[in-house]
Nanobody, 115 residues
Framework: QVQLVESGGGLVQPGGSLRLSCAAS????????MGWYRQAPGKQRELVAG???????NYADSVKGRFVISRDNAKNTVYLQMNSLKPEDTAVYSC?????????WGQGTQVTVSS
C-alpha cells in the first residue's frame, strides 16, 4: 500500500521560509519521479516543482529562484525548500509519485503566507 505523507506546512509571514517534506512508503522510492503540486482556493492544481529519478529538476516560473526541490533516496523522502514566500504561494501543497502508469498522491499540507 502506497503512502505519501506530507509535513512542514503552516502559517508564515511574507518573505519567510518553510520546508515541506514528503515521506513515502510502499514503493521503491528511487524508481519514482517525484513532484510537488499546489492548489489554491478557486484555482486549478498546478505543478510547483519536479525531480526525476536521476535528480533532474524543473520548476514553475512563479517559483524559480525561490523554491528548491530535493530528494533523499535513503530516507524515501522528497523535500521542498520554499524561500521568499509570497501571499500568492498560499495553497494546499501535495506530493506526487509517478512511475508510468502508476501515480500516487499525498493528502496535502496547507501553506498560508500572511502577515
Amino acid at each position: 500500500q502506497v503512502q505519501l505523507v506530507e509535513s512542514g506546512g503552516g502559517l508564515v509571514q511574507p518573505g519567510g521560509s518553510l520546508r515541506l517534506s514528503c515521506a513515502a512508503s510502499g514503493i521503491t522510492f528511487s524508481w519514482y519521479a517525484m513532484g510537488w503540486y499546489r492548489q489554491a482556493p478557486g484555482k486549478q492544481r498546478e505543478l510547483v516543482a519536479g525531480i526525476t529519478r536521476g535528480g533532474t529538476t524543473n520548476y514553475a516560473d512563479s517559483v524559480k529562484g525561490r523554491f528548491v526541490i530535493s530528494r533523499d533516496n535513503a530516507k524515501n523522502t522528497v523535500y521542498l525548500q520554499m524561500n521568499s514566500l509570497k501571499p500568492e504561494d498560499t495553497a494546499v501543497y501535495s506530493c506526487n509519485a509517478k512511475r508510468v502508469p502508476a501515480e500516487d498522491w499525498g493528502q496535502g499540507t496547507q501553506v498560508t503566507v500572511s502577515s
